[in-house]
């Protein structure tokens, strides 16, 4: 079992920037590929961001391309979600989550966090 705890999130004007960090509290990651999901009301479950278990391969969703850096520290067991450039439609509960399989846009992950919410105001 891999706990998860996020943390970060909160409320941005648009165009601004938040940093969500997730940290496995005495339980090393660095077998897992990581990524991040988010979830706005009335809809379903979005991938955001993948990173493998290296940090040398990322993948993200083409909403946030461009925006969003996600990053990995393997010692520390966290891994990072930086997000810039916001927009309201990023607004959503914002999940890290850890996976065995390999680095994919898939939102099928084996280890959840409890979610952070991010808030972008117009």
């Known amino acids: 079992q891999v706990q998860l705890v996020e943390s970060g999130g909160g409320l941005a004007q648009a165009g601004g920037s938040l940093r969500l960090s997730c940290v496995a509290p005495?339980?090393?990651?660095?077998?897992?590929?990581m990524g991040w999901i988010r979830q706005a009301p009335g809809k379903e479950r979005e991938f955001v961001a993948a990173?493998?278990?290296?940090?040398?391969?990322?993948l993200y969703a083409d909403s946030v391309k461009g925006r969003f850096t996600i990053s990995r520290d393997n010692a520390k067991n966290t891994v990072s979600l930086q997000m810039n450039s916001l927009k309201p439609e990023d607004t959503a509960v914002y999940y890290c989550?850890?996976?065995?399989?390999?680095?994919?846009?898939?939102?099928?992950?084996?280890?959840w966090g409890q979610g952070t919410q991010v808030t972008v105001s117009s």
């Open positions: 005495g339980r090393t990651i660095s077998s897992y590929t």
């Open positions: 990173i493998n278990w290296s940090g040398a391969y990322t």
């Open positions: 989550a850890a996976r065995l399989l390999g680095i994919s846009t898939s939102v099928n992950y084996n280890y």
